[in-house]
Structure formats: structure tokens, C-alpha cells
């Protein structure tokens, strides 16, 4: 099992970045693949970005392609979304998730952060 808590989310004006961070508890992190989701209210859930296990490969959703980077860091135990060029239409909660699978984890992973506000003003 492991525990996720997201922090970096944040209020910032249109075309601006932010770098969100998602620690993991425990010494089993490498085994997980490692994702990010969005919500708004009253919307569903949806996938922003994954990475497998050891970084090699990453996904994004065509809304944020180009602009939102997935990394990870097995020795700190965190992953790690840094969103540049960001829009109003970013504003969400940002939740960081996990899963033994890569194509899992893009979809219905087992595990959720509590999730981290960004905003973006216009």
C-alpha cells in the first residue's frame, strides 16, 4: 500500500507555472507507476499525465501536451508535475495517483492523493 500527499498547488495568473509535488510514503515507490488526474466541480475526473516505473516512458492528455512535464525522483520517494503556460481553463484540483500498472494508472488507478488547488487567474 501507499499513501500519497500532493503539495504546490496555488493561485497564478494566466501563462505562469507552477510545480506540483506528490510524496509517497513507504520503500516500495518504485514499483509504481505514477499518474496525475484533474476535477472540477460537477465534471468528472480526468487523466493529465503518467510516468512508468523508472521514468522511461510518460503520457499526457492533448489538453497539456507541451506544456506539463511528469518526472519522479525513486530516491525521494516523489513525483513531480511542473505545468508552465498555464490557463484559466487549468484551474482544478489536481490529484496525484498511483498504481502496479502503467495503463492502470492512467485510467482507474488504486490509490489518490487528497488532492492540491491550483487556480489560475486571467
Known amino acids: 500500500q501507499v499513501q500519497l500527499v500532493e503539495s504546490g498547488g496555488g493561485l497564478v495568473q494566466a501563462g505562469g507555472s507552477l510545480r506540483l509535488s506528490c510524496a509517497a510514503s513507504?520503500?516500495?515507490?518504485?514499483?509504481?507507476?505514477m499518474g496525475w488526474f484533474r476535477q472540477v466541480p460537477g465534471k468528472e475526473r480526468e487523466f493529465v499525465a503518467a510516468i512508468t516505473r523508472s521514468g522511461g516512458d510518460t503520457r499526457y492528455a492533448d489538453s497539456v501536451k507541451g506544456r506539463v512535464t511528469i518526472s519522479r525522483d525513486n530516491a525521494k520517494n516523489t513525483v513531480y508535475l511542473q505545468m508552465n503556460s498555464l490557463k484559466p481553463e487549468d484551474t482544478a484540483v489536481y490529484y496525484c495517483?498511483?498504481?502496479?500498472?502503467?495503463?492502470?494508472?492512467?485510467?482507474?488507478?488504486?490509490?489518490w492523493g487528497q488532492g492540491t488547488q491550483v487556480t489560475v487567474s486571467s
Open positions: 513507504g520503500r516500495t515507490f518504485s514499483r509504481y507507476a
Open positions: 495517483a498511483a498504481d502496479l500498472q502503467y495503463l492502470a494508472v492512467r485510467t482507474t488507478p488504486d490509490y
